[in-house]
C-alpha cells in the first residue's frame, strides 16, 4: 500500500483514481483551489488530515477516514461512495453526504445543510449534528446515540432505527415508513405527518400538533410535554403517560393516557377509543 504523509495538495484531481492508498497528515487546500482530489479511488485510509477544498471524495469504493476536518469550504465531501468508515471527524462542509451506500459515521461532529440525502445503509453512533432536511429520503438506516439539532429531518426515510437520541427538530419524519425510536428525546413541532409504520417506546415528544394523518402509529409508554391537537385523522395505538392539552379527531386504534384538557369530536370519522385512566 502506498502511503503519503505531510504533504499538501491544491491542483485538480490531485489524488485522483488511486489504488491501496494511505494519507496520513495532509492538507488539501492552496491557491491552485482544486477540485476532487480522490475521485473515482478505491481502497484509500485517510488520517488526521485538512480538507479545504470541494468534493474530495466522489465515487471512492472502500475508503476509511478518521481524525480529520472538513472545512465549511469542504462542500459536498462524500458523494456516490460506497463501503466508508468516518470516525473522529468534523464534517462542516454543506451537503457532506449523498447518494452514499454502507457508510458509518462515528464520534463525528457534522454542521452540514442537506446531510445524508438519498443515501442507503447508513449507521450514525455517537454523533452531533445540525442542519436543515437531514437524511431526506434515505433508508436503511441506524442512529445510536446521535444528538441533532435543525428543522425538517428525517423526510422520506424507510426502514430506520434510532436508539437513545436527542432530535431538536422541527417537521420531523414526515411521510417516514417503518421507523422505529426508542429511549428517545424528539422536541418539535408537527411531528411525523403522513408517516407509516411508525412506533415510539419510551419516549419523550415535546411540542405542538404531532402525529396527524399517520397510518399505523404506535406509542408505548410514552410521554407527550406541552401537546395539543395531537392524533388529528390518524390511526393510532398509544399509552401515554403524562396528561396532554388536548386531542383532535383520532380516526380508529385506542388512546390511553391520564387525562386531556380538551377531546375535540367534531369529524364524524374520528372513532379512535379514548381512554383515560386518571393516574397522572
Keep these: 500500500m502506498k502511503r503519503i504523509e505531510n504533504k499538501c495538495f491544491d491542483e485538480e484531481?490531485?489524488?485522483?483514481?488511486?489504488?491501496?492508498l494511505t494519507v496520513v497528515n495532509c492538507k488539501f487546500d492552496g491557491p491552485a483551489d482544486g477540485e476532487s482530489a480522490l475521485k473515482e479511488s478505491r481502497d484509500v485510509e485517510v488520517r488526521?488530515?485538512?480538507?479545504?477544498?470541494?468534493y474530495p471524495f466522489w465515487h471512492v469504493e472502500g475508503l476509511t477516514v478518521s481524525?480529520?476536518?472538513?472545512?465549511?469550504?469542504?462542500?459536498?465531501?462524500?458523494?456516490?461512495?460506497?463501503n466508508a468508515q468516518i470516525t473522529d471527524c468534523r464534517l462542516h462542509g454543506v451537503k457532506a453526504l449523498r447518494e452514499c451506500e454502507?457508510?458509518?459515521?462515528?464520534?463525528?461532529?457534522?454542521?452540514?445543510?442537506?446531510?445524508?440525502?438519498?443515501?442507503?445503509?447508513?449507521?450514525v453512533t455517537d454523533c452531533a449534528a445540525e442542519g436543515e432536511y437531514l437524511f431526506l429520503r434515505s433508508r436503511e438506516l441506524r442512529f445510536n446515540r446521535l444528538k441533532m439539532k435543525g428543522k425538517y429531518s428525517f423526510q422520506y426515510i424507510r426502514n430506520a432505527v434510532f436508539e437513545d437520541c436527542l432530535l431538536d427538530t422541527k417537521d420531523?419524519?414526515?411521510h417516514a415508513e417503518n421507523v422505529?425510536?426508542?429511549?428517545s428525546v424528539v422536541k418539535g413541532e408537527y411531528l411525523a405527518w403522513y408517516s407509516k409504520?411508525?412506533?415510539?417506546?419510551?419516549?419523550?415528544?415535546?411540542?405542538?400538533?404531532?402525529?396527524?394523518?399517520?397510518?399505523?402509529?404506535?406509542?408505548?409508554?410514552?410521554e407527550m410535554i406541552d401537546t395539543d391537537l395531537a392524533f388529528e385523522r390518524s390511526h393510532v395505538h398509544a399509552e401515554v403517560t403524562t396528561p396532554v392539552i388536548s386531542i383532535k379527531n383520532p380516526y380508529s386504534g385506542r388512546i390511553t393516557l391520564p387525562s386531556a384538557g380538551e377531546v375535540i369530536l367534531d369529524d364524524e370519522n374520528a372513532l379512535a377509543e379514548i381512554v383515560f385512566s386518571g393516574k397522572e
Excluded at 484531481?13 to 491501496?20: E, G, H, K, T
Design 67 to 82: 481524525g480529520c476536518e472538513l472545512t465549511p469550504l469542504c462542500r459536498a465531501a462524500l458523494w456516490y461512495s460506497k
Design 13 to 20: 484531481r490531485a489524488l485522483y483514481a488511486s489504488r491501496n
Design 172 to 174: 420531523a419524519f414526515w
Design 197 to 222: 409504520g411508525l412506533t415510539l417506546e419510551n419516549c419523550r415528544m415535546i411540542g405542538t400538533q404531532p402525529f396527524c394523518y399517520c397510518e399505523d402509529l404506535r406509542l408505548i409508554n410514552c
Design 180 to 183: 422505529t425510536v426508542r429511549n
Design 102 to 123: 454502507n457508510v458509518s459515521l462515528k464520534n463525528c461532529d457534522a454542521v452540514s445543510a442537506e446531510l445524508g440525502w438519498f443515501c442507503r445503509g447508513i449507521e
Design 48 to 54: 488526521d488530515s485538512y480538507f479545504n477544498l470541494r
